[in-house]
T-cell receptor, first 115, second 116 residues
Framework: DVKVTQSSRYLVKRTGEKVFLECVQD?????MFWYRQDPGLGLRLIYF???????EKGDIPEGYSVSREKKERFSLILESASTNQTSMYLC??????????????FGSGTQLSVL | AQSVAQPEDQVNVAEGNPLTVKCTYS??????LFWYVQYPNRGLQFLLK??????LVKGSYGFEAEFNKSQTSFHLKKPSALVSDSALYFC??????????????FGIGTKLQVIP
């Protein structure tokens, strides 16, 4: 089975801090995604990447950046954390070979609290 | 633009009874439709997908979904609910009309509570 691992389950940071959320997948998937999940809003796409060093903005990229230096790793960066970025962050991956009906494989999520 | 609506925040059903979780979609072209489930403190897991062909799609854990093009719906169903089915369910859609890599759009989720 595909395993998508997010480095932290819970994270507490202070306003203004630079925050790194890490995600690693072990199935050689080309596509990787960062979503945030908020009650009443569902999942919203922040950024995605379909290849190493490639990135595309999703629906809500403001205040975030990403890095994909290796195929298996996709990092989400909050340059200066703010309280409205308190959320559950979900990483996902998929194989390009199955596009467009490929399924997404999700990590367990990182619950980030910004105080 | 593509969108998905899940009109019910929560669905309650007695164990052993049939369940339905509703989803409607809006796309400009032909839709690819998905259902995902999220158990407490877990990420989302794929349940099933509709591409083309039969309107009734079977998926994991005894779930199935019915695609209705005229009503633009893709409701999730199960003949007999289990307490272990209690979870958050997300409908999702991908529209291929626009070309390029099209992202998947998720609904806001429906909480299913199966009562013993």
């Amino acid at each position: 089975d595909v395993k998508v691992t997010q480095s932290s389950r819970y994270l507490v940071k202070r306003t203004g801090e630079k925050v790194f959320l890490e995600c690693v997948q072990d199935m050689d998937h080309e596509n990787m995604f960062w979503y945030r999940q908020d009650p009443g809003l569902g999942l919203r796409l922040i950024y995605f990447s379909y290849d190493v060093k490639m990135k595309e903005k999703g629906d809500i990229p403001e205040g975030y950046s990403v890095s994909r230096e290796k195929k298996e790793r996709f990092s989400l960066i909050l340059e200066s954390a703010s309280t409205n970025q308190t959320s559950m962050y979900l990483c996902a991956s998929s194989t390009r070979g199955g596009w467009p009906n490929e399924k997404l494989f999700f990590g367990s999520g990182t619950q980030l609290s910004v105080l | 633009a593509q969108s998905v609506a899940q009109p019910e925040d929560q669905v309650n059903v007695a164990e052993g009874n049939p369940l339905t979780v509703k989803c409607t979609y809006s796309v400009s072209g032909n839709p690819y439709l998905f259902w995902y489930v999220q158990y407490p403190n877990r990420g989302l897991q794929f349940l099933l997908k509709y591409i083309t062909g039969d309107n009734l799609v079977k998926g994991s854990y005894g779930f199935e979904a019915e695609f209705n093009k005229s009503q633009t719906s893709f409701h999730l169903k199960k003949p007999s609910a289990l307490v272990s089915d209690s979870a958050l369910y997300f409908c999702a859609v991908r529209d291929l009309e626009s070309g390029g890599y099209q992202k998947v759009t998720f609904g806001i989720g429906t909480k299913l509570q199966v009562i013993p």
